[in-house]
């Protein structure tokens, strides 16, 4: 996923430029045949271009990425 929104977020270059098959591959849910082949156009904004959207992605544990870092070490006891 971490490749793929990448990419969306940084290489696309207009909106619905992509056409994914979401559905093709699971029926569950799926009352009809066109739906499990219905496309779907991503994305549907360019992210790029968006006034006032400030997007950031990063990888690893929640609170190693956004904890206040005191210079503790995590394996310290209090």
């Known amino acids: 996923m971490l490749h793929?929104?990448?990419y969306?977020?940084?290489?696309t270059h207009q909106a619905e430029?992509?056409?994914i098959h979401p559905f093709c591959h699971t029926l569950s849910?799926?009352?009809t045949a066109?739906?499990?082949t219905r496309e779907i156009r991503i994305p549907d904004?360019?992210?790029a271009?968006?006034?006032g959207l400030n997007l950031s992605m990063a990888t690893?544990?929640?609170l190693e990425i956004y904890r206040e870092d005191k210079g503790e070490r995590r394996d310290e006891k209090s």
């Not at 969306?8 to 290489?11: D, T």
């Open 45 to 47: 904004v360019l992210p």
């Open 17 to 19: 430029e992509f056409t």
């Open 4 to 6: 793929t929104a990448n």
């Open 29 to 31: 849910n799926i009352s």
């Open 60 to 62: 690893g544990d929640f």
């Open 8 to 11: 969306i977020l940084n290489a």
């Open 34 to 36: 066109e739906g499990a």
């Open 49 to 51: 271009v968006q006034e």
